[in-house]
């Protein structure tokens, strides 16, 4: 049935609904990915998703938010994106678990996925990072947030990283993984000196927990020769995994080694926090550089 909101579905097995159906088995085992589609869930990320054409296949949501998701793709760039509503429990039941916002889309990655390593984003943006086997979702959700936050141009990603576009990395950058353009690299470090060839003055950081490497501060506060230089360099910041780091190959690329001095006995901090701290000094958000 169709109200003046989006077509009503009261049948589970109704084929419309065919794109949601056990999600969570389904996402967890990457045939998400496999079929070019990602998931979006709540509002304000649907809301992100909507803004980009092509990209929303379909929305889906509870009578709750159906008013208000009908207002949302109404006003968006994708006025005619299906609308579906189902009650909450037929949205347990059909994806496989509780959806506690009361909202899902289904997503087009090839809208997202279009940037390569030598693509615009990374040969003039201002400031960039790298993942080097970020396998952490959450990290990599995080690490995505802090990017929208200040100001990256773009994100290479390892294939050992985690998918940025999976269910639950979307929800925790809070749907900017859908917005900060981003690259996988088969070989990380290879793509990192292709990028210093094209772009000589690239200042390469890789962030570091090491005693060795030069305190962040430092190479902000202008006791750092750089820091001095009247137009600071394009930087790009690798971010390593939990507990290895960067990658000796990927370290070799890089032309400081960089870090947050923390209180003694503690060994690092989580990579998403200390890619929040590391971007937030090196930010040019309000005029003020490095």
């Not at 772009?199 to 570091?208: E, K, V």
Request: glycine fraction near 8%; include cysteine; hydrophobic fraction near 45%.
């Amino acid at each position: 049935m169709t109200s003046g909101t989006g077509d009503s579905i009261a049948d589970p097995s109704d084929p419309r609904l065919d794109d949601y159906r056990f999600l969570r088995d389904r996402d967890l085992s990457g045939s998400r990915r496999a079929e070019g589609l990602l998931v979006g869930e709540t509002l304000p990320i649907i809301d992100i998703m909507l803004r980009v054409p092509g990209l929303t296949r379909s929305v889906l949501t509870s009578p709750r938010l159906a008013a208000r998701a009908a207002a949302t793709i109404a006003a968006s760039a994708s006025p005619a994106t299906p609308h579906f509503i189902a009650e909450e429990s037929t949205l347990a039941s059909l994806t496989g678990f509780h959806v506690h916002r009361g909202a899902l889309a289904i997503g087009v990655r090839s809208a997202i996925e279009r940037h390569h390593c030598q693509s615009d984003p990374f040969r003039t943006g201002s400031l960039l990072v790298a993942l080097d086997e970020v396998s952490n979702m959450d990290n990599v959700g995080s690490i995505f947030r802090s990017c929208a936050a200040f100001g990256v141009d773009g994100v290479l990603l390892s294939r050992n990283s985690h998918d940025p576009l999976y269910r639950k990395a979307i929800r925790v950058s809070m749907g900017h993984a859908l917005t900060v353009p981003f690259a996988w690299c088969d070989d990380l470090a290879a793509s990192l000196r292709e990028l210093r060839t094209a772009r000589p003055a690239l200042r390469i950081l890789a962030a570091d927990a090491g005693s060795s490497a030069i305190p962040i501060d430092d190479v902000c506060a202008g006791t750092h020769p750089v820091a001095l230089e009247p137009n600071p360099p394009p930087t790009l910041l690798v971010i390593g995994a939990e507990f290895a780091g960067v990658s000796a190959a990927v370290r070799e690329e890089a032309c400081e080694a960089v870090r947050i001095p923390i209180a003694g006995g503690v060994d690092s901090l989580n990579a998403g926090v200390a890619a929040g701290i590391c971007l937030h000094r090196l930010s040019r958000i309000g005029g003020k550089s490095w």
